[in-house]
């Protein structure tokens, strides 16, 4: 008789953003925002839960300085597997003078900012754009982010995690 005995495979984490980087590259990003939306006089920050809205957080704080009009936050929460349905928490009234900004934290194929855009669409807003954290290449969607704090190349099979810790982004990494 034979006995196996099994071991703990434990995955390495490649980390390819640390809090400094990720905070450098928010702070880039909302001084991008605030160059290419100057005339306009309202932001609407959708966060795509559970990591958009705390990156909002802390865009927000890179960004007041630079930005004179007003700014919004909203939460969209959905199924990122099988986004059919999509819910906001917060409300907005988005406008012929309001810039739409659609965040989440890793883009993957662009199912989920298509998805997303569901309960915005017929409000007519100034301008819908997107902002992700990191962006992956395996595109199937016709969405390419606006806003991009790094982008990687990687395999169909390896995963991308942004790690919060206490609501702060602590890190990115690749297994």
Not at 5 to 17: E, F, G, H, S
Not at 56 to 63: A, D, F, K, N, S
Not at 124 to 152: C, E
């Amino acid at each position: 008789m034979r006995l196996f005995c099994r071991k703990a495979i434990t995955v390495a984490r490649t980390y390819i953003l640390n809090k400094q980087q990720i905070q450098f590259k928010l702070k880039r990003m909302a001084l991008q925002i605030a160059e290419r939306n100057f005339d306009a006089t309202q932001l609407v920050l959708a966060g795509i839960a559970p990591q958009g809205p705390i990156i909002i957080e802390q865009l927000i704080t890179h960004l007041q300085p630079y930005f004179k009009g007003t700014l919004q936050q909203l939460t969209l929460h959905l199924d990122k597997r099988h986004p059919t349905t999509v819910t906001l928490e917060g409300t907005a009234t988005l406008n012929a003078n309001t810039v739409l900004l659609l965040v989440d934290d890793v883009a993957n194929s662009g199912k989920t900012l298509t998805y997303a855009l569901k309960p915005f669409l017929e409000q007519h807003p100034a301008s819908i754009q997107t902002l992700v954290l990191v962006n992956r290449t395996h595109k199937k969607y016709p969405v390419q982010p606006d806003y991009v704090g790094f982008t990687l190349a990687t395999t169909l099979q390896e995963y991308i995690d942004v790690e919060v810790q206490e609501g702060e982004l602590v890190g990115a990494w690749v297994e």
